[in-house]
């Protein structure tokens, strides 16, 4: 039996997550699942979105939305018509949506009223902070899911107690979602791709000037970093002392978000006119390989992205998180990572905490790098029992 999937992305990370579904599908389930790639067209930069299709071999998207940049409303209220329209007339079987960004719930809402069974890979996290647009982006999308892919314990201890483990998973619906701990697939990425990162990028890190293993790699988009001048301030200021301090450049590849802020505050702030003179290398958004290369050879990451905090641990590097407090508990908890929030004296002293206790930490907390194909195993089952 063949089935009709049909998988939501929009944003950079869901490309990269997508790479891993879509790869196990083509090794191992194409017999079963024929999967359809729809694209909402919120990130839209070649940058951040052409070029992730063209280097993880991700299928070309079968439908493109072309929605654009917009305020939260006007964006999900966009996705979540266009994608009901397409889905009225596709009628897939299943449809799979990634993490916590608009097109993650304008996917999960636009699939689940028109009782089309919703998939949630990254299901269960919680920051405890509803100003995230996140937060509310996976709150609402796992309550209308049907399948909880959690990628840690942590993760399924939230939805437990949020009364999901009290429900039957012998008959598994709408009504009787089934919550699944399986290991996080951006692990299996990053055990998939790390050497050909290495084969195919070298000689363009090469041409950047770092010295292996003493630079910083920093990234910085979370909404509450860039939009607020003395929060932006405080991080980039706190970046150059750093690398000050330690004489390592700091490498930040500029999400748009971020370029525009700092373009917008360059207008009355000397400050972020003068940035390119200051040990911080601004280079635009990398391909994944490259960022893959640059995690595996800095000797530090400073970041408030999900998905890097978690690439730093896969890597093995320190990791200090420009947040107040993080979905991915266990790296804190371990000691793998640090939360300074925007404070430049917390970042500085988590620089030293690093130089002084390098971490050690030998738990695996994100499963065996075989998740894509336990997801795939666990939605065929699930189809081919409604089926029958
Ligand atoms: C989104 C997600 C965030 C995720 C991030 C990954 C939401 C609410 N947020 O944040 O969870 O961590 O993606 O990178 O879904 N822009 C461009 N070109 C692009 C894309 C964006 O210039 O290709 C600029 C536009 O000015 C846009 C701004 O970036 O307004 C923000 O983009 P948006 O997709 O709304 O949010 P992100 O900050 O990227
Ligand atoms: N990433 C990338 N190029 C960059 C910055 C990040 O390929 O210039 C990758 C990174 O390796 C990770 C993912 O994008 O796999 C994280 O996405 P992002 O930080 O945009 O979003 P988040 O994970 O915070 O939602």
Redesign the pocket.
């Known amino acids: 039996m063949k089935f009709k999937l049909f998988t939501i992305v929009g944003?950079?990370?869901q490309f990269i997550k997508a790479a891993a579904i879509s790869r196990a599908i083509k090794n191992h389930f194409s017999a079963n699942l024929e999967e359809f790639i729809v694209h909402t067209g919120?990130?839209?930069?070649s940058e951040?979105?052409d070029v992730f299709f063209d280097e993880l071999k991700i299928p070309k998207p079968s439908f493109h939305l072309h929605v654009g940049?917009g305020k939260?409303g006007e964006?999900t209220g966009q996705m979540l018509q266009s994608i009901e329209n397409l889905l009225v007339v596709e009628k897939p079987d299943l449809v799979l949506v990634y993490g916590?960004?608009?097109?993650t719930l304008a996917g999960a809402l636009a699939a689940s009223k028109i009782q089309i069974p919703v998939a949630h890979i990254e299901a269960g996290l919680r920051s405890f902070n509803k100003s995230m647009?996140?937060e509310i982006?996976r709150i609402l999308t796992d309550h209308v899911s049907t399948f909880l892919f959690t990628p840690t314990k942590s993760g399924l201890s939230n939805l437990e107690k949020e009364g999901f483990g009290l429900m039957p998973t012998n008959h598994v619906d709408h009504n009787h979602p089934m919550v699944m701990h399986c290991g996080d697939i951006m692990f299996d990425n990053a055990l998939y791709f790390k050497d050909l990162a290495m084969d195919t990028s070298y000689s363009w890190f090469q041409k950047l000037g770092l010295e292996n293993g003493k630079f910083i790699l920093a990234t910085v988009?979370r909404?509450a970093n860039t939009d607020q001048k003395d929060r932006l301030k405080e991080i980039l200021s706190g970046l150059i002392q750093a690398s000050e301090n330690k004489s390592w450049k700091t490498i930040l590849p500029l999400?748009?978000?971020t370029l525009?802020m700092i373009q917008l505050f360059a207008e009355e702030d000397p400050f972020f006119r003068d940035i390119s003179n200051t040990a911080i290398q601004i280079i635009p958004p990398v391909s994944y390989l490259q960022m893959v290369l640059l995690e595996s050879l800095c000797g530090l990451i400073i970041t408030d992205?999900?998905g890097v905090q978690k690439e730093a641990f896969f890597y093995n590097k320190p990791c200090i998180v420009l947040r107040p407090e993080t979905e991915w508990v266990e790296l804190v908890e371990s000691g793998a990572a640090i939360l300074v929030d925007a404070d430049k004296s917390k970042l500085l002293s988590a620089v030293k905490h690093f130089e002084n206790s390098p971490f050690d930490v030998k738990e695996s907390f994100y499963g065996d790098g075989n998740s894509a194909e336990l997801i795939c195993k666990t939605l065929i089952q699930f189809l081919s029992n409604k089926r029958a």
Do not use: F, I, L, V
């Open positions: 944003a950079r990370p919120q990130h839209y930069d951040m979105s940049s939260h964006q916590d960004t608009n097109s647009p996140e982006n988009h909404n999400h748009p978000r525009k992205s999900g």
